[in-house]
């Protein structure tokens, strides 16, 4: 019997755990181990979950959407649960992790902009808390729908780590006026770049 070296055997170890993990992330199973593993400061070994991609998909008479296959992982990773806000016309859903850093952001920013002010209410105030049902679908609260303009064709954006809600309608709308160049309905209401480009790091 061959023993190798005390350094050799923990290396030989240590990438045999993350080949392991990887193994059962594909597969799409979430356990306390792997939430260790990343807690332990090895996330730059193993990449998270991301949202990522366009998905268009239906929504039902109750205002449920069924979660695209490619956002299943980072939702189950996130316990199944989602802090969704309207802003630009469309629905932001964030896992609870990045919900509690969008909201740090907000505290932590001083002398707030009279331009943004409502906009900061409107936001913060608006959030619901959604968790998806054991046939991975969640529901809309109705006011939400109704903002975004909810009705059965719907679009789902992928932005790394949280994504968009759109009406198809609204989405193939905005999208034809960003091939065209022309600036957005939200973005006249701005009147300073700056304050856009503040509203854009605080929301994501």
Not at 92 to 112: L, R, T, V
Not at 156 to 179: A, H, P, V
């Amino acid at each position: 019997m061959i023993l190798l070296p005390l350094s050799l055997q923990f290396i030989t170890y240590k990438y045999y755990k993350l080949f392991y993990l990887k193994k059962r992330l594909t597969r799409g199973i979430t356990s306390n181990i792997y939430k260790k593993w990343l807690k332990s400061g090895n996330e730059m070994d193993i990449e998270s979950p991301k949202f990522r991609g366009t998905s268009f998909h239906s929504m039902d008479s109750k205002g449920r959407i069924a979660v695209p296959a490619r956002f299943k992982d980072p939702i189950r990773l996130a316990g199944g649960k989602l802090f969704i806000t309207w802003f630009e016309g469309a629905l932001y859903a964030y896992p609870p992790a990045k919900w509690a850093q969008i909201e740090q952001k907000f505290q932590d920013f001083q002398d707030i902009p009279l331009d943004m002010l409502q906009l900061t209410r409107f936001f913060l105030g608006g959030i619901e808390e959604c968790v998806s049902d054991n046939q991975n679908r969640i529901l809309i609260p109705q006011k939400l729908r109704q903002y975004a303009k909810l009705k059965k064709d719907i679009v789902l954006i992928g932005l790394t780590d949280y994504f968009q809600i759109w009406s198809r309608k609204n989405y193939d709308r905005d999208t034809e006026k960003w091939m065209d160049g022309e600036i957005d309905e939200h973005a006249k209401g701005l009147k300073s770049l700056e304050v856009r480009n503040i509203i854009y790091k605080l929301v994501t």
